[in-house]
């Protein structure tokens, strides 16, 4: 089976621009995840949907980020303006269901904040 | 914050030695998962052990969850070149659906 698909898969913008990033789950994958990865450490969840809803957001800044996935399949993650701390790995990953699945990571998208 | 808190931080072995790495937590969880990631790449999920579970194996791998001492340990047997990454535990707290939280992650060199 395919992958989770990302991109792109670097991205350099300067503070206080807007980037965007992509993201194609596996086939048939109802939960989809983005993380925050900041070099040096682990994953952190910015937002979780199940289909086209949204589970879990506690933990997205909402002031400058945003998320859809508006058919529940493929979905988006932007955020305006950037900040520096925003340099970091975003990465995507879906899973079959909400409840203790492995979750299946596309490589991210790298972006770097100038 | 982050729940899971793996040790060591870095780990360097020969090829053919074995690897053993912790992880403690400090809620009840549903289930611990071990993910691998290679440098530049995705992570890469390795086992799911639930808290009913004492032990798993898959492979070369080995999984041990101790609920009373909420602490896991990861042993890779008989390493190669090839495991060299970076290894992180997430916990699932009860209740929480399926909302994983990674630690920082050990970096292992396995030494050719």
């Known amino acids: 089976e395919a992958g989770v698909a990302q991109s792109p898969r670097y991205k350099i913008i300067e503070k206080r621009q807007s980037v965007a990033f992509w993201c194609n789950p596996i086939?048939?994958?109802?939960?989809l995840y983005w993380y925050q990865q900041i070099l040096g450490q682990g994953p952190k969840l910015l937002i979780q949907?199940?289909?086209?809803?949204?589970?879990?957001d506690s933990q997205l800044p909402k002031d400058r980020f945003s998320a859809e996935r508006l058919k529940g399949v493929d979905s988006t993650l932007k955020i305006q303006p950037a900040k520096l701390e925003d340099s970091a790995v975003y990465l995507c990953?879906?899973?079959?269901?909400?409840?203790?699945?492995?979750?299946?990571f596309g490589d991210g998208t790298r972006l770097s904040i100038l | 914050s982050q729940q899971g808190e793996e040790d060591p931080q870095a780990l360097s072995i020969q090829e053919g030695e074995n690897a053993t790495m912790n992880c403690s937590y400090k809620?009840?969880?549903?289930?611990l998962q071990w993910y691998r990631q290679n440098s530049g790449r995705g992570l890469v999920h390795l086992i799911l052990?639930?808290?009913?579970?004492r032990e798993k194996h898959s492979g070369r791998l080995r999984v041990t969850l101790d609920t009373s001492k909420k602490s896991s340990s990861l042993l890779i047997t008989a390493s190669r070149a090839a495991d060299t990454a970076s290894y992180f535990c997430?916990?699932?707290?009860?209740?929480?659906?399926?909302?994983?939280?990674f630690g920082k992650g050990i970096t292992l060199s396995v030494r050719p």
């Open positions: 990953a879906s899973s079959l269901t909400l409840s203790n699945q492995p979750q299946h």
């Open positions: 086939s048939g994958h109802a939960t």
């Open positions: 949907f199940q289909n086209n809803g949204v589970v879990d």
């Open positions: 809620t009840s969880i549903n289930n």
């Open positions: 052990i639930r808290s009913n579970e």
């Open positions: 997430a916990t699932a707290p009860t209740g929480a659906n399926s909302k994983l939280t």
